[in-house]
Structures are given as structure tokens and as C-alpha cells.
């Protein structure tokens, strides 16, 4: 490592953090040395001034300044994204550096920045100071970061999605329970899929990536008070937080094979073809042999499944919370619900299992998801 007066030390990685892609570095020095100190930055607002240090194209330690232009900010990195915006140039070479505000402490470390040519365009991200702190000092006392864990997969309300679960559709809040790992600590509080979670530890969860950080944040072992929405009334379970495991086992929402064949009933006016789970079509649409529905073997362009995505091979798990058991019932249920106007649907798709709205005029044919 080359301080600024260009003496260099040996470091040590005593830990590093993928998920928020920090790490901490131990080097001995003769001399003591000089250091900065973390500021709040929860206290940190939009419009206040920072500064960003780091060292753009090895030119050595640049400043440049800026305000912030967002808090809170998800970026699609990764389940806890909660950045700083900051339109302090920030280059390549920057990242690892610290934000300061206007009092001289270390209010975030930059980290990236969105750029369509590769260089600085005033949009920049830094991860707060109150992530890093809880970060670094894990990463001194144990080497490694310690998160808490439900056992949950969950997605946002969209305003079609709230209308199905009779919630306000103007402001959709809180975080939809699409699946839930057996004998996790959700699955132990009693926590079932279709759920809408609204508040975690008396906080409310105003949208699907607020739960996830505050999870992460509660320390294992520790007990989490959920109010959680189910069959329009609302309740609150406790649940012991567990600890996340190290490796964990996302599948991808994949692409759909083409059309099969062996459809056994036609749900008219959606454009889909449905027919019975098989060893066929299980081995071809790869199922996995838990999930249980009836499978989409034909999509009819610019119908209304398509609309939303859905694709041959999809597996209906359940329409308006019912479990779909055959073509012909789900079927039934579909052509009721598109009556009506809003359908809720279930699906799988190759082992992930995601929530969709579905909005149909009725007597027109036409959906659209939101």
C-alpha cells in the first residue's frame, strides 16, 4: 500500500464482503498515522455537499466535489443496495475512497458510478458509512460478515397485484411472499406464501428491498416481529432470525422452452394452452419434482398471457389463491377471474416461484401486467 507521501507498506486482507464488495486491509506502520473518522450517515441529505478523494487513472489522491443527489438508492446490485447519489465526479480509480461531508467525516466510500461511455457523468454511488462501519467492524472481530436470514423469497406489489389482494392499488406497500424455504425461520413463525409482509421489528416496509436490508441488519438468534397481511386481515408473527448461509441458492427466472405438445384444455380468452403435469412434460420443461400446477404447453402471440410474460412451460401454481389442480378447473378459474377484471396467478418457472397481476377488460380479450 502507497500512502501519500509515498511510503509503502505491506497490507494484509483480514476480510472481504462480496455483497457489498468491501474489504478490510491491516498494515504496520513504524509511525502512527493519521486517520479520519465515520460520520452519520443517516443524517446525510439530499442538496448537502461532499467531497469524494480516490485515485482516477493512477494519477494519485484526487478530490473532487458535489452534492447528493439521492439516499437510498438501488442500483440492481444485489439484495441490500441503499447507496448514496452523488454527482461528485467520481472516475475509475475512485472506488474505495471515501465521501466526506463538509465536517471532515467519512459519510460513505465510493463505490460506482452509471456511465454509457465509461467516464464520469455525474451520476455516482457510494455505499453510507452506517453499512460500512457495521461491515468493517465484523470483518476486524470475526474476518467474515454474520447477516440474519428469514428464509423467504419475496417481490413488490404492483397496483394489478394489490387490487387481486384488496389492498389500495394507488399506494402498493410492503413486500409479497412469493415462496418460503421449509423449516426456515419463516416457515417456524408460521409464515406462508402469498403473505404480504408490512412492517419487520415495528418498521414499516414501504417497499420489497426494505425487508431484506433490515433482515440482513438483525443480529441471528435475535426475535423479529413481522405484521404481516393474509385473507385481508392483519396479524403479527414472531420469527427467530437464523443466519444467512454463505452460498446462497438463487435460480434465475430462465428463458421458456417453445411450445409442447399434449394440451388439455385451452383457458379461453388468455391465449394459453394448459395441461396436466407429466413425466413428459416434466423431463421436458424441466420441473422440478416439488412443484405441483398445471403447465402451460402453448402461448398464443399478442394474447394477454403473453402480455405478461408468461411462457410455454410455465407452471400455474395456483389463480386467485386457489391451487390450479387440472386444465379444465384452472381454466374455470381463469375465465372467472377474467370476468371480474384482475386475476392473480401464481407461476413457477423452472423452481422459482414469482406472483403475477393480470388485468383483462372484460369482453375484449386484452391484459395487461402491472
Known sequence: MILQDNSRHPAKVIGRDEKTDLALLKIDAKEKLPFVTWGDSGEAKVGDWVMAVGNPFGLGGTVTAGIISAVGRDINEGPYDDFLQIDAPINRGNSGGPTFNLSGEVIGINTAIYSPSGGSVGIGFAVPSNTAKTVIEQLRDKGQVTRGWLGVAIQGITPTIAKSLGLDPDQPTGALVASVTPNSPAAKAGIKQGDVIAAAGGRPIRNVHDLPRLVAATPPGQKLDLTIRRDGKERTLAAAVGTMPEQQH?????????????????????????????PKLRTQFRIPKEV???????????????????????????????????????????????????????????????????????????????
Open 250 to 278: 438463487q435460480v434465475a427466472a430462465a428463458q421458456g422452452p417453445g411450445p409442447g405438445q399434449g394440451a388439455d384444455e385451452e383457458a379461453g380468452g388468455l391465449g394459453l394452452q394448459l395441461a396436466s403435469i407429466n
Open 292 to 370: 405441483e400446477g398445471v403447465v402451460v404447453t402453448r402461448i398464443s402471440p399478442d394474447s394477454p398471457a403473453a402480455s405478461i410474460g408468461i411462457e410455454a412451460g410455465d407452471v400455474i401454481v395456483s389463480v386467485d389463491r386457489q391451487p390450479a389442480t387440472t386444465p379444465q378447473q384452472a381454466a374455470a378459474a381463469l375465465k372467472e377471474g377474467a370476468a371480474k377484471g384482475n386475476l392473480l396467478l401464481l407461476l413457477n418457472r423452472h423452481g422459482t416461484s414469482q406472483f403475477v397481476g393480470l388485468s383483462v377488460t372484460p369482453g375484449v380479450g386484452s391484459g395487461t401486467r402491472r
